[in-house]
């Protein structure tokens, strides 16, 4: 094994070869090796700007799980998670690591999970300079006290360049990303993709958790209030979970994954990946103010003859983004950790037009709606796509949940009834019609509305339910107009809402079809209303 430079710290967890080992470096000597490497250039605010190669994005038919006695019985098998031979992983493992002998190789200590009971550590092997960066900003770094006495509970190898060869290997390309959570690994080959390394942790985490501690897995965003009151976020992209949960006026614990443990929520992260597409100082003023030295900025393009970020640029991915360390947010909190959630708020843009500003959730109602993790696509957005899409992703997070959604959602109304948390439901799509007629929900509306939750100030208004969807809509709401609050009064034609109400209903129970076996009583009577019973 190449000698370490003088002054890190080595763990040899994992024993291999290679022909240079540099352990634990500073986010300025990662830059400096990615730039030499030939990895990244800087930016004209100091950020180092990358690019990913073939993938921009997870490969989610290429993510496995081994199958062992370990995961028999607990995954929830299937086109999500996909089984892989144990035998099979073993042979690749012993490829990936002789494939490590003629290689620069980068390996860093860190460990994920805010609260000291629930850390796990992780020991990452990288062969690319700014991956190890990557993964010194995403998870949480420990002081040189703990460096010195590390011992790793699970190792990352990422070597993008290693391919696998499918009829040997048993994979379905040459890219993939393995979890084998009897061994404590995860391999990754074949993809540039660094969100690869963060999400399979994450899909650790979201097994461990619930299984081993009794602790709810949320891919969700957090922040904390002056009065320490928690809020937690969920939401698929574009409904505006990032912007919405960094208010000035509150402290960011986290913007994509935590857990909800005994005595509250703990971010897994140390840092936050955030989409850039479009990004502007006006429009998310905290994450462009974070694009800075020891940030990594993937897959943007230059203003012409400049070193300045075009983000409105498509060139290469609208999955263009950010990673950097969490305490470059001015309100970030530390530690990344705060007490029981009083609100939660599922997040969706409805296309469709259907679904109201907010609303509040009964228990069954909020385990019916976290299963279907629901938000929809607007026509143009995919070819041949000509009127809204619904899109469902159990449990805001479906690509990396390990086990049957009916699980994670249990255990959230099991935590909402013991601690009577709220949870909300916030439309930031479309009123007064579909996408096409209606017009998107303005922003200050639903800033206000998720002010008026989190203060208290929709306790004492009246409500009525939905007459599809049974959710109960406050009538009242400070600085947000009352016409805007019950969606079928802003269509025009009644009837039109009507049908278009019952036909996103629909969507919601065939996709509910896929879980219903497994879901209890509560959860089934959380749904909207089938106007066939």
């Known amino acids: 094994m190449a000698d370490a430079p003088a002054g890190n710290s080595r763990n040899d967890a994992v024993s291999f070869s290679c022909k240079q080992q540099f352990d634990n470096l500073s986010a300025a000597e990662l830059v400096e090796h990615a730039i030499r490497n030939g990895e990244g250039a800087l930016t004209d605010t100091g950020a180092l700007a990358c690019d990913t190669g073939e993938f921009t994005g997870r490969s989610p038919k290429d993510r496995y799980i081994v199958k062992d006695e370990t995961t028999a019985d607990e995954v929830w098998w299937g086109e999500v998670n996909i089984p892989f031979d144990a035998d099979k992983f073993d042979g690749l493992y012993q490829k990936m690591l002789a494939n490590l002998a003629d290689k620069t190789v980068y390996t860093r200590s860190a460990y994920v999970c805010a609260l000291p009971e629930y850390r796990l550590n992780v020991q990452v092997i990288n062969t690319k300079a700014y991956h190890n960066l990557f993964c010194y900003n995403m998870f949480l770094r420990p002081t040189a006290e703990e460096l010195a006495n590390f011992t790793p509970d699970f190792t990352v ?319 009242h709401c400070p600085n947000v107009p009352a016409e805007i609050l019950n969606p079928g009064d802003t269509w025009q034609d009644k009837d039109d809402y009507d049908a278009t109400a019952q036909k996103l209903a629909g969507l919601f129970r065939d996709n509910f079809g896929k879980y219903e076996a497994f879901a209890n009583d509560e959860i089934r009577a959380g749904g909207p209303v089938n106007p066939a019973e």
């Open 157 to 475: 190898i990422c070597d993008p360049d290693f391919r696998a060869d499918p009829a040997v290997d048993g994979t379905r390309s040459a890219n993939f990303a393995i979890l084998n959570l009897t061994r404590h690994m995860i391999l990754i080959g074949g993809t540039g993709y660094t969100g690869e390394m963060k999400k399979g942790i994450f899909s650790v985490l979201n097994f461990k958790l619930p299984v081993e501690r009794h602790t709810l897995s949320m891919h969700s965003s957090a922040n904390e209030g002056e009065s320490g009151d928690v809020a937690v976020f969920f939401g698929l992209s574009g409904t505006g979970k990032t912007t919405l949960s960094a208010d000035p006026h509150r402290s960011l614990i986290g913007d994509d994954e935590h857990g909800w443990g005994r005595d509250g929520v703990f971010n897994f992260e140390g840092g936050c990946y955030a989409k850039v597409i479009d990004l502007s100082a006006e429009k998310e003023p905290e994450i462009y103010k974070a694009i800075r030295f020891g940030a990594i900025l993937e897959n943007t393009r230059y203003r012409e003859n400049t070193r300045e970020v075009d983000y409105a640029n498509r060139e290469v991915t609208e999955n263009t983004r950010v990673s950097y360390p969490i305490h470059f947010i001015d309100k970030a909190k530390v530690p990344s950790a705060g007490g029981v959630p009083k609100n939660i708020f599922f997040l969706t843009a409805d296309a469709f037009g259907v679904l109201p500003p907010i609303a509040k959730l009964t228990t069954g109602q909020a385990m019916y709606h976290f299963i279907s993790g629901y938000t929809a696509k607007v026509a143009g957005t995919e070819v041949g796509v000509t009127e809204p899409k619904a899109t469902f992703s159990a449990c805001f997070g479906a690509a990396f949940m390990p086990l049957h959604p009916t699980r994670y959602a249990e255990m959230l109304g099991e935590k909402m009834n013991e601690h009577e948390t709220a949870v909300w439901l916030i439309n930031t799509g479309w009123t007064g019609g579909a996408y096409g007629t209606g017009e998107r929900m303005k922003l200050r509306y639903t800033r206000a509305m998720i002010t008026a939750a989190l203060n208290g100030e929709l306790a004492d208004v009246d409500y009525i339910n939905h007459p599809v969807f049974g959710v109960a809509i406050p009538q």
